[in-house]
């Protein structure tokens, strides 16, 4: 209590706020950038406008975001896309184990916090653990929020101002998504989950070219569960 | 555009399972932390789930309304190369490829 109450002195919050902002800049220098991909990405679609801060605020996490854009203009099934943000995003199950939420406290602010615990939230507050206050925690996830959407809005002009669409634009997603494979990669060096992956893709663009995506996950996913159920047995062996 | 009330239930559907994700887990931490399938399927879905994205996203880019095939490939190749090659700054490398791509589809 003594702790949140130092905090709510008017020039003590005003420095948390401005310590919260600092502590966002670098990762804004790659939001707004990606932001203004975005916004180009959703009007060379032929999406509308509104579009672009429309899935910002609803769906806050940039490479879903993206993707999102792909599979509304190929009208993908609901289904599909229940089951890709579902995969996608299935790693901010994890963010929670290390996430400094307990220093806030007000409700809204408390579920601000959890509705914007994207990627780059949680790797500022793991990159350095300490010193986290409510305020300090929540202008730096506004602050990143403000970026992205802002770079979206920005894409969303110049696409309108530059006023024919760039063919191949959409190459930055799969462009993105080589990138994170590869670091993903070299963070957990495991050879059989990606031949897994590959050879689920490969069965699902033969067996249902139509809906490929959704068949490879549920292929993978299925591969990765029996795999933890054999190594399950294994160990419990051992 | 497609469909506005198909649009909103897309975003509706992404809404609730996205915030789900991140919200769920600070009710259940204990039994979280302590479940094996979910720590089995915290280490090897995340490499997997990007290469099938990756593939999907590459084959869209390759055999669209024209097919962009040796182009996506080449992109891809330049994308590699940068990432591995210049201490993987995400940002660097995804502007080079993608660069490489509408350069090639535009001009070649």
């Known amino acids: ?238 | 555009m497609p469909d506005l009330s198909y649009v909103m239930a897309a975003l509706a559907i992404a809404f609730v399972i996205t915030v789900s994700l991140r919200a769920v887990p600070f009710l259940l931490l204990k039994p979280l932390r302590e479940s094996t399938f979910v720590r089995h399927m915290a280490f090897w879905m995340p490499a997997g789930i990007l290469c099938i994205l990756a593939a999907t996203t590459f084959r869209s880019s390759a055999f669209g309304e024209v097919t962009h095939l040796w182009e996506a490939a080449v992109a891809t190749a330049v994308t590699v190369v940068v990432h591995l090659g210049f201490g993987r700054r995400t940002l660097l490398s995804v502007g080079a490829g993608t660069a490489v791509f509408v350069t090639l589809v535009n001009l070649v």
């Open chain 1, 1 to 238: 209590m003594n702790e949140s109450s130092v905090v709510e002195h008017p020039v003590a919050r005003r420095s948390e706020v401005r310590a919260g902002v600092r502590a966002s800049l670098a990762a804004g220098l790659g939001l707004f950038p990606l932001g203004v991909a975005f916004g180009l990405l959703v009007i060379n679609s032929g999406l509308s406008w509104w579009v672009a801060p429309a899935l910002s605020v609803a769906v806050f996490a940039g490479s879903m975001e993206l993707l999102l854009v792909g599979l509304l203009v190929a009208a993908t099934p609901l289904a599909t896309i229940a089951l890709t943000t579902l995969l996608v995003n299935f790693r901010h199950v994890f963010y929670a184990f290390s996430f400094p939420l307990q220093v806030v406290r007000h409700p809204v602010a408390r579920a601000y916090s959890v509705y914007a615990l994207i990627d780059e939230a949680w790797a500022i507050t793991n990159a350095r653990p300490q010193g986290w206050t409510s305020w300090r925690l929540v202008s730096m996830q506004l602050a990143l929020q403000g970026y992205w959407l802002v770079g979206g809005l920005v894409g969303v002009v110049a696409a309108r101002l530059i006023n024919r669409p760039i063919e191949g634009l959409g190459f930055a997603l799969c462009a993105l998504f080589v990138t994170l494979a590869l670091d993903a990669f070299r963070s957990r060096r495991q050879v059989p989950p990606v031949v897994l992956a590959g050879l689920s893709f490969t069965v699902a663009v033969v067996v249902a070219p139509g809906s490929a995506l959704f068949v490879a996950l549920l292929l993978f996913v299925g591969a990765l569960v029996a795999f933890h159920l054999l190594s399950g047995r294994s160990d419990a062996r051992a």
